[in-house]
């Protein structure tokens, strides 16, 4: 009989040990966690309304680019746009990940 009480003590022991454990880490995961959702998550949802601006751009559109250029697109290509500067109307091509803005509104973004 004195075995099994030793035998259940080490046992409630050994249960108490794996749960001090766990409350050790969950500061950590709550850290995490809130890293996650005050940080990483806004990021992605940015980028994906970049993606979607960028994406949706049409000919004669008004843009501003990463650079600071004004301009208006002429053409779109599969990686690239050509643009036309406003003020001395030269012509350029630029990557599509450097346009920061579309100037221009659409009537399918009012009705959002």
Do not use: C
């Not at 208006?72 to 290509?77: A, G, H, M, T, Y």
């Not at 746009?81 to 399918?108: C, G, M």
């Amino acid at each position: 009989m004195l075995i099994t009480l030793a035998k259940a003590a080490e046992t409630a022991n050994g249960a108490q040990a794996g749960g001090a454990g766990l409350l050790m880490f969950l500061p950590l995961i709550l850290i995490f966690a809130l890293m996650y959702f005050m940080m990483i998550r806004p990021q992605k949802k940015r980028e994906k309304e970049e993606k979607k601006m960028r994406d949706n751009l049409q000919v004669g559109d008004e843009l501003l680019t990463i650079g600071g250029i004004y301009g208006r697109v002429i053409s779109l290509k599969e990686d690239a746009v050509v643009i036309e500067s406003k003020s001395d109307h030269s012509k350029l091509t630029i990557a599509r990940w450097a346009i920061q803005q579309n100037l221009t509104i659409h009537a399918d973004a009012n009705e959002k």
